[in-house]
């Protein structure tokens, strides 16, 4: 059964440096998308990307973030300079289609700034 | 202002007691709601949509069910490897494809 990858597992890096997330979403979706989820809180959406570019994005997205599909298959989280409150759960996320259809989740990378 | 309410946040059962989870919401055109199982460490894993008031979906032990302001996750004859947090996140018409998730609610099934 086809399913969202993600890498690393997980990443750790000091404060102020950059990060990169990569995932690869099921091959004949779509979107994509970005979520994080700060330990013990609620899953929180970041972003979502269709065609290429940017459809969507929370106000937690600011100019820190940045994404990118660089290829046919990887779709990439970037964080320009990592801060401590950065540290979470990053799941990407894809689905086929645009609107109600349920988004396919990646097992996650667990994120620790220090 | 939350749009997704979960409660209980947590629920202890025996095994074969059956119980309900409920997903209050509060969304202006509820474009779906979407029921995902959560185990620790893992990402969300995809369990039911409801688009619509009186909709019902079933698999196995699990039975989802919408109304106008909330929907049921109803647990029957629970085993324990159906210990897990279970999220609800719905969509709305006016807020394009982002999901707006619950806190979730811890579910333990003692054997």
């Known amino acids: 059964e086809p399913e969202v990858t993600q890498t690393p597992s997980h990443q750790v890096t000091q404060m102020g440096q950059e990060v990169i997330l990569r995932c690869v979403p099921i091959s004949n979706h779509l979107y994509f998308y970005w979520y994080r989820q700060i330990l013990g809180q609620k899953v929180e959406f970041l972003v979502s990307f269709y065609n290429n570019e940017i459809s969507e994005k929370s106000e937690i997205f600011d100019d820190q973030f940045s994404v990118e599909r660089p290829d046919g298959s990887n779709f990439t989280l970037k964080i320009r300079s990592t801060k401590l409150e950065d540290s979470a759960m990053y799941f990407c996320a894809s689905s086929h289609n645009r609107g109600a259809y349920e988004q396919y989740f990646g097992p996650g990378t667990r994120l620790t700034v220090t | 202002e939350d749009q997704v309410t979960q409660s209980p946040e947590a629920l202890r059962l025996q095994e074969g007691e059956s119980s309900s989870l409920n997903c209050s919401y509060t969304v202006s055109g509820l474009r779906g709601l979407f029921w995902y199982r959560q185990d620790p460490g893992k990402g969300p894993e995809f369990l039911f949509t409801l688009y619509s008031a009186g909709e019902e979906k079933e698999k196995e032990r699990l039975k989802a069910t919408l109304t106008k302001k909330e929907s049921f996750l109803h647990i029957t004859a629970p085993k324990p490897e159906d210990s897990a947090t279970y999220l609800c996140?719905?969509?709305?018409?006016?807020?394009?494809?982002?999901?707006?998730f619950g806190t979730g609610t811890s579910l333990t099934v003692i054997p």
């Open positions: 996140a719905v969509q709305a018409a006016d807020t394009g494809n982002q999901f707006y």
